[in-house]
């Protein structure tokens, strides 16, 4: 149980901080570094996006007579950084 004297703060408040300082702490101490490994994560998850569609073109190129539907669109994906993708599927 945690206990304090100010209003407005509560055990939920004190995990969020407990938390927040471990995840700080994991990324290299500071905000700036847990932006760094937030932006790297986000770009892997990309590139593993990538590889996934990749593969699965590939795959269905191997078994084109068993997709009964072929359709084309182009999706316009905003970039966390203010750049755009497009990507066709």
Excluded: N
């Excluded at 990749?54 to 905003?78: C, D, N, W, Y």
């Amino acid at each position: 149980m945690t206990l304090v004297r100010f209003s407005g703060m509560s055990r939920y408040t004190i995990a969020d901080e407990i938390q927040y300082r471990i995840v700080i702490d994991a990324c290299g101490g500071s905000v700036k570094d847990y932006e760094e490994k937030v932006s790297q994560a986000i770009s892997l998850a990309g590139f593993l996006s990538e590889t996934v569609d990749h593969l699965l073109l590939a795959l269905s190129k191997e078994r084109e007579k068993a997709i009964l539907l072929h359709a084309q669109e182009t999706v316009r994906v905003p970039d966390f950084r203010g750049l755009s993708r497009v990507i066709s599927i």
